[in-house]
């Protein structure tokens, strides 16, 4: 128990040293300390996928840090022994989780998924009433091919838009600087059924997103969707990918899809609802509300 009391100790000094030094400059403590946390804040979604993953995978760390302090607690007698012991286990658990790659314990994951679904068995394979022409490849060459420099397109969706289905992409600055101060003006909808798809003319559609899929800091639709998340679904869910739709009034949307992680001790994944994102263009205040809580709404999987 010695190593949780050292653990202690170290956040009970530390607390203290940032308490003492609040009371000796309190204005600058109240700059340095509200400035921190505001750019934790808002960098929260730089470092959800790393939350998510100690979520999924948290009985592994629990099992880990328990083999550890058995290591250290057998070989605390001996200071050199101790430490020689604590490196060697560290590299024995990175060697062994860095060679199976945690597939062992993902398979079990959508095992304990699988076994909770009703299983029917089909007579005959189901048949498709759409069929793309071109393949994704395909419409990705031919989109980059049609753009000028300073643009580029994000992965094509084979999406459906009342009646027919069309690929659908945004058309995105290419350059970084753009990337951070330009937004998307506009994106591609290419009937699906088309021999030979025509980017030009009226399948480029007009729109005003100051959000992206491949934009960059705030400005990224993935981390928008993130900010936007309460406390339990900042744990739990992730967003997976963008696609363009139409609304019921006509009007082009940013929808991404979510993935819901469910479970403690062998979590899966499944269907977590839409995040939607509206136009509108880029304001200071707009920068502002993004940039500390995220864009769009979410919608439940029921509602849907």
């Known amino acids: 128990m010695q190593i949780f009391s050292q653990f202690y100790w170290l956040c009970r000094n530390t607390l203290k040293g940032l308490w003492g030094f609040a009371r000796r400059r309190p204005v600058l403590a109240f700059a340095l300390y509200g ?15 790393l939350v998510l993953e100690v979520r999924k995978y948290f009985p592994l760390i629990v099992l880990g840090v328990i ?39 993902r398979y079990v994951m959508l095992y304990v998924r699988y076994r909770t679904l009703s299983i029917v068995t089909l007579d005959q394979l189901p048949v498709t009433g759409y069929e793309r022409i071109q393949p994704l490849h395909s419409v990705r060459v031919n989109a980059r091919e049609a753009m000028a420099e300073t643009e580029s397109a994000s992965n094509p969706d084979f999406v459906r838009i009342g009646g027919e289905y069309r690929w659908t992409m945004a058309i995105e600055p290419s350059y970084r600087f753009l990337k951070l101060t330009d937004h998307v003006r506009e994106l591609f909808s290419i009937p ?36 936007s998340f309460g406390i339990l679904r900042y744990f739990s869910y ?11 009034n006509g009007e082009w949307v940013q929808v991404i899809t ?47």
């Open 35 to 49: 400035g921190g946390a505001a750019l934790f804040f808002i960098l929260r979604a730089q470092y959800q996928p």
């Open 192 to 227: 699906a059924t088309t021999p030979s798809p025509n980017f030009f003319g009226q399948n480029r559609k007009k729109v005003e997103f100051d959000v992206g899929e491949n934009l960059i800091l705030g400005r990224r639709s993935a981390a928008c969707a993130i900010k």
């Open 238 to 248: 992730e967003p997976a990918d963008v696609k363009y739709l139409l609304d019921d």
């Open 67 to 105: 083999m550890l302090w058995v290591v250290v607690e057998k070989f605390r007698s001996s200071r050199w022994r101790g430490k020689a012991a604590t490196l060697l286990a560290v590299a024995v658990l990175g060697a062994i989780g860095y060679s199976v790659r945690l597939e062992p314990y």
């Open 258 to 304: 979510l993935i819901r992680w469910r479970g403690w001790i062998f979590p899966w994944p499944e269907f977590g609802g839409v995040h939607v994102i509206k136009q509108g263009r880029a304001t200071m205040w707009g920068a502002v509300k993004r940039a500390f809580f995220g864009a769009g709404e979410w919608i439940a999987p029921e509602d849907i």
